[in-house]
């Protein structure tokens, strides 16, 4: 049983081949349909054919590789499979793709769904899955203790900072992970950007991410208390990022300022 990790041209995005016989698991199969065409080559390659396909959360870089398997077993959490079963999923992925000037394989499909937190038989593997909200509300984790591997979909990544939907869930997520990294670690952990990590290494991003977690609640906090929501948001955005990242990304900065406020402020209820 191996993995091999796959690196998109878009964000560093992470795909795995798990391999195990003849049959193969790919996690996140992204981005371009050239990139997982790729991939479902190196499963040939290896005298694999792909059963199961894995989704970390519903982002479209990360599920847009699946209709690439028509053959396969497409899993992931409830959460997950919400958001892919939404009416317009297909076309939002499809907008994506066309905003970044990618061809994809087409719309996602949801065939299984699993219960975080409970391990998954999929054929010669097991799988064991944790929830990991914070990103999005439907993040999973899967692990493959036989591998010693951890994928964590986009948490723990080298190349980014913390883009939270709920910055409660976020260090929620991270006290977790921090727990898990040190009193049960793989020797392998892969973000859903950036570069594979030891557990080491992980662990030191995130304490990294929470540091700034806190600090961002503590800033916001410590102004919206003044009632004054503009001045939360300006020392929100004044916080360091944990990491220098992409000037692209300081939407995602600010959407964690006004995450950040939702946990503290009932909305209507917000000053100014
Ligand atoms: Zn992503």
């Known amino acids: 049983m191996h993995v091999e990790r796959f690196e998109s041209a878009l964000w560093a995005t992470t795909s795995l081949l798990v391999v195990s016989g003849d049959e193969a698991i790919a996690v996140d199969p992204c981005i371009s349909s050239e990139e997982v065409r790729q991939i479902a080559a190196c499963a040939t390659e290896l005298g694999a054919r792909v059963t199961h396909v894995l989704a970390t959360h519903a982002d479209w870089d990360h599920v847009c590789g699946i209709a690439a398997f028509p053959d396969a077993v497409a899993t992931m959490s409830e959460g997950t499979a919400k958001r892919l079963r939404a009416v317009d999923a297909g076309e939002r992925v499809a907008e994506q793709a066309a905003r970044y000037g990618v061809a994809v394989a087409g719309a996602p499909r949801v065939d299984r769904t699993l219960t975080p937190g409970v391990a998954l038989d ?28 951890l994928a964590v979909g986009d948490h723990l990544s080298a190349v980014e900072f913390p ?110």
């Not at 999929?122 to 944790?130: C, I, K, S, Y």
């Not at 020392?235 to 992409?246: D, F, I, M, Q, S």
């Open 122 to 149: 999929l054929g010669p593997f097991v799988v064991e899955t944790l929830p990991l909200r914070g990103h999005t509300p439907d993040g999973t984790a899967y692990r493959l203790r036989t591998l010693d591997v």
């Open 163 to 272: 883009f939270a939907s709920s910055t409660a869930d976020y260090r929620l997520t991270l006290a977790g992970l921090v727990d898990l990294l040190r009193n049960d670690p793989p020797a392998r952990v892969f973000p859903g950007h950036g570069p594979e990590l030891s557990a080491d290494a992980a662990l030191a991003i995130a304490e990294k991410d929470l540091a700034y977690l806190h600090a961002l609640r503590d800033a916001v906090a410590s102004t919206v208390r003044s009632d004054d929501r503009a001045g939360a948001r300006k020392a929100g955005l004044a916080v360091p990022l944990p990491r220098e990242a992409p000037s692209d990304l300081s939407a995602a900065r600010a959407a964690n300022v006004e995450a950040q406020l939702a946990e503290l402020v009932p909305t209507g209820t917000r000053a100014r």
